[in-house]
């Protein structure tokens, strides 16, 4: 699985009319607790659907795509932050050291 850089608004507005399943993982590249989170998501991420789309959002670099996203998500703003979309709509959120590749697979297959 490979990350897919989220750069841009339009990105975002393909995410939210897309069919199925997208995850987006907000990232700061100065926070270690960020770090930390993206290793274990990282280490984890092969229990996820192969298929899965799974966008990387630096945010010191695009704070403008962070704020879109809690608006069109309507998701509070968090650092680190994992959001599992579904036919765009966010179905599951988690931050910090609650992020887990595993946990939303699980919620990937309760919500099929």
């Not at 993206?38 to 704020?67: A, C, G, M, Q």
């Given at each position: 699985?490979?990350?897919?850089?989220?750069?841009?608004?339009?990105?975002?507005?393909?995410?939210?009319?897309?069919?199925?399943f997208?995850?987006?993982?907000?990232?700061?590249?100065?926070?270690?607790?960020?770090?930390?989170?993206?290793?274990?998501?990282?280490?984890?991420?092969?229990?996820?659907?192969?298929?899965?789309?799974?966008?990387?959002?630096?945010?010191?670099?695009?704070?403008?795509?962070?704020n879109?996203?809690?608006?069109?998500?309507?998701?509070?703003?968090?650092?680190?932050?994992?959001?599992?979309?579904?036919?765009?709509?966010?179905?599951?959120?988690?931050?910090?050291?609650?992020?887990?590749?595993?946990?939303?697979?699980?919620?990937?297959?309760?919500?099929?």
């Amino acid at each position: 699985m490979n990350w897919i850089s989220l750069e841009s608004i339009e990105q975002l507005n393909e995410i939210k009319s897309a069919a199925g399943f997208s995850i987006i993982f907000k990232h700061s590249t100065r926070c270690s607790i960020s770090f930390m989170a993206k290793k274990k998501f990282e280490f984890e991420w092969d229990s996820l659907p192969e298929e899965t789309p799974v966008y990387f959002l630096d945010l010191l670099n695009h704070r403008n795509i962070s704020n879109s996203i809690a608006d069109i998500f309507q998701v509070p703003h968090e650092s680190p932050q994992l959001l599992l979309i579904k036919d765009g709509e966010c179905i599951f959120e988690s931050s910090h050291g609650e992020i887990s590749a595993e946990e939303a697979a699980e919620q990937m297959t309760v919500n099929s």
